[in-house]
C-alpha cells in the first residue's frame, strides 16, 4: 500500500521535481543565439567539455535499466549477469580511435548522426536510409526500457493500480514532463540533469556495498548464499562461476556488446556534442570508472540472495517481475528517507538516457528521411521543429509500448535490439577507416545479417515467459548441427555473416565494373579538430555543412 511508503514517495517526488526544473532551466544555460538548428537543439552546439561529456555519455551508457535489469540477472542466474562488466571494459580501447575519427568528419561537414557519415561515404542515400531505420528501430524499446525501471521502483512503492491506465499514469505524467523540457531544451537538458543523475548514483552505490555487506555478515556470508541458491536450481547453467556450456554464451555476448554499444545513435549523439577530440580521448580513459560502478551495482543481485529478497509478483499471474529485486532490497534493508533517494537515482537515472535517445531517433528521422525523402530544401529551423515533434512522437510510441505489451516482452526486446545494431558495423565503423566494401555490397550484407539474425532470434523459445519465439538472444549450436549444449550470441553470428556477404558481393560488383559513387570525404576531414574550418557544400551536399564553427 502506498501509505505504508508515503516517505520514500515524498523524497522521490522531491528529487524528480528537481531535476524537471532543472531540465526546464537547461534552455538558458550556456544558452546559443539561436536554438532554432539541430546543432544546437540536437547536439548542444558541438560545445560540450570534459567534465559536461562525461557526466551526458556515462548517463546516456549506464541506465534504468542497468540499475535494474543487471543485479536482476546475476540474482536469476549468477556470473552471466557479470558480462556487461567486461563488455564497458573492452569497448572504450576499441573506440578510442574510431570516434575520434567520428567526431573529426562530424566536424567538418556538419553531420549530426551517423547515417549523414554513410550518405556522404558511399554516396548512397538508400545505405544512409537502412542505417537511419535500422538506428531507430534499435533505440525505440531501448527507451521503452527507462519505463520499466522506473516502474519497477514505482511497484515497490505501491504507486500502482487495478487498471492498466492507473497502473501506468505515474509513468506517463513522468514522460509527459520529460517530453516538455526535452522539447524546449534539446540535448542541454539531460547533459544538465546527468551531473544529478551520476552523483546520486554513485552515492547510493557506495553506501550500499559498504552497509549491506556489514548487515549481511560479510562478503563470505553472501557468496555463500548466492553459491547455495545455485546449486539447488534446475538449471545446470546457474552458479556463481561460469561452466563449459555457458562460457561461449559469455564471450560472444560480451564483445558483440561491446562492438555494439557504440554504434547506437544515443551514443554517437554524446560523442558529436564534445567540443574537440581531446575531450573525447579524455573521455575514453575516464569512463571504465563507471565500470568500476557497474561491478558494485551487479553484486547487489547476491546481496538480494543473502537478504531472501522475494521479487514482487508480475503482470501475469503466476509470475515474478524480477526487475523489482534492487528496489525491493533497499526497501527492506535502509530507512525510508534513503530509499527514497535510492528510488530517485533509478528514476532520473532513466530520464537522461531516455532523453538523449529519443533526440538521436529524432534527429535520424530529420535529417535522413524528412530531409532526404520529403523537403530537400527543408531550413535549419524546420529541421529543428521536425526533430522535436518527432521526439515527441518516440516518447509516446516508448510508453505504448509499456502499456499495451507485457514488459518483459520489451526486455527481449532490447536484446533484439543490440543484434540489430550491430549490423550497421561495417557501414559505419569500419566506414571510418575503409572504403573498400562496395555500397551495393554493404546493402547485401545488411540484408544478409538481418534476415539471419532475425531467423536466428524467432527460433529461441523462453520457458519462464511461455513465449515460443524470440525469447532471447542465446542460440543453442545444436541447431546448426553441433554435437553440443553449447549457445552462441546471435548478433556475433549475424553480424560475421554480414561482413562476409558484403566481402564477396564487393568483389563480384567490382570485378562487373559496378558504379561505387564518388567519396565526399577526404583523408585529411578524420583528423580535423576544433577551430578547423567547415567544408563548403557542393550543389548535391547540405547546406549545414557551411556552417562556420563558434571559435
Not at 516538455?180 to 554513485?202: E, H, M, N
Amino acid at each position: 500500500m502506498w501509505r505504508d511508503h508515503l516517505t520514500e514517495i515524498i523524497v522521490f517526488s522531491a528529487l524528480f521535481l528537481l531535476v524537471s526544473g532543472m531540465g526546464f532551466v537547461a534552455a538558458r544555460w550556456r544558452a546559443p543565439k539561436d536554438m532554432a538548428h539541430l546543432d544546437e537543439w540536437g547536439l548542444g552546439g558541438r560545445s560540450f567539455g570534459g567534465w559536461i561529456t562525461w557526466f551526458l555519455v556515462g548517463g546516456d551508457l549506464y541506465t534504468a535499466y542497468t540499475f535494474v535489469a543487471v543485479p536482476a540477472l546475476m540474482f536469476g542466474a549468477g556470473a552471466a549477469g557479470f558480462f556487461a562488466v567486461p563488455y564497458t571494459i573492452v569497448i572504450y580501447p576499441l573506440v578510442f580511435l574510431v570516434l575520434c575519427r567520428l567526431w573529426s568528419v562530424s566536424h567538418r561537414h556538419g553531420f549530426v548522426t551517423p547515417a549523414d557519415f554513410v550518405r556522404r561515404r558511399f554516396d548512397s542515400p538508400v545505405l544512409a536510409l537502412l542505417i537511419a531505420i535500422t538506428g531507430i528501430v534499435a533505440t525505440m524499446p531501448y527507451i521503452a526500457l527507462q519505463l520499466v525501471g522506473i516502474e519497477a521502483v514505482l511497484k515497490t512503492m505501491g504507486v500502482t493500480g487495478d487498471s492498466a491506465v492507473a497502473r501506468h499514469l505515474p509513468i506517463i505524467i513522468a514522460f509527459a514532463i520529460l517530453a516538455a523540457y526535452t522539447y524546449q531544451s534539446g540535448l542541454r537538458a539531460p547533459a544538465l540533469i546527468a551531473f544529478v543523475k551520476d552523483s546520486l548514483i554513485y552515492v547510493v552505490i557506495l553506501v550500499a556495498v559498504i552497509y549491506l555487506p556489514y548487515k549481511l555478515g560479510g562478503w563470505g556470508s553472501i557468496f555463500d548464499a548466492a553459491d547455495a541458491k545455485f546449486a539447488a536450481s534446475p538449471n545446470p547453467n546457474d552458479g556463481i562461476l561460469l561452466n563449459a556450456n555457458n562460457q561461449l554464451q559469455y564471450v560472444t555476448l560480451a564483445f558483440g556488446s561491446a562492438l555494439a554499444l557504440f554504434l547506437y545513435p544515443h551514443s554517437i549523439t554524446g560523442v558529436l556534442a564534445s567540443r574537440n577530440r581531446d575531450v573525447i580521448k579524455r573521455n575514453m580513459s575516464a569512463l571504465p570508472a563507471y565500470s568500476l560502478l557497474l561491478g558494485l551495482i551487479a553484486l547487489l543481485g547476491f546481496m538480494a540472495i543473502a537478504a531472501g529478497v522475494k521479487p514482487l509478483p508480475g503482470a501475469k499471474e503466476g509470475t515474478v517481475d524480477s526487475n523489482t529485486v534492487v528496489p525491493v532490497l533497499f526497501d527492506q534493508q535502509f530507512p525510508d528517507w534513503f530509499a527514497g533517494v535510492a528510488y530517485a537515482a533509478i528514476g532520473i537515472g532513466a530520464l537522461v538516457p531516455a532523453a538523449i535517445m529519443s533526440i538521436a531517433a529524432a534527429n535520424l528521422f530529420t535529417r535522413n528521411i524528412y530531409k532526404e525523402y520529403l523537403k530537400r530544401d527543408a531550413s535549419p529551423a524546420q529541421e529543428a521543429n521536425v526533430s522535436k515533434i518527432t521526439s515527441l512522437v518516440v516518447k509516446v510510441g516508448a510508453v505504448a509500448c509499456i502499456v499495451f505489451l507485457d514488459p518483459q516482452f520489451s526486455i527481449d526486446l532490447q536484446l533484439i535490439g543490440g543484434v540489430i545494431i550491430l549490423q550497421t558495423l561495417p557501414a559505419v565503423a569500419l566506414g571510418l577507416y575503409t572504403r573498400w566494401f562496395h555500397r551495393g555490397a554493404l546493402i547485401a550484407g545488411w540484408v544478409a545479417g538481418m534476415g539471419l539474425g532475425m531467423w536466428m532470434l524467432y527460433q529461441i523459445p523462453n520457458p519462464a515467459s511461455k513465449r515460443a519465439h524470440f525469447g532471447g538472444s542465446a542460440f543453442p549450436l545444436s541447431d546448426f548441427g553441433f554435437d553440443t549444449k553449447k549457445t552462441i550470441y546471435v548478433g556475433i553470428v549475424a553480424v560475421l555473416v554480414n561482413l562476409v556477404v558484403a566481402a564477396l558481393v564487393t568483389l563480384v560488383l567490382r570485378a562487373a565494373k559496378v558504379a561505387e559513387g564518388v567519396d565526399g570525404t577526404t583523408p585529411d576531414d578524420y583528423f580535423a579538430d576544433e577551430g578547423d574550418p567547415r567544408v563548403t557544400p557542393g550543389p548535391d551536399r547540405d547546406a549545414d555543412s557551411a556552417r562556420e564553427p563558434v571559435a
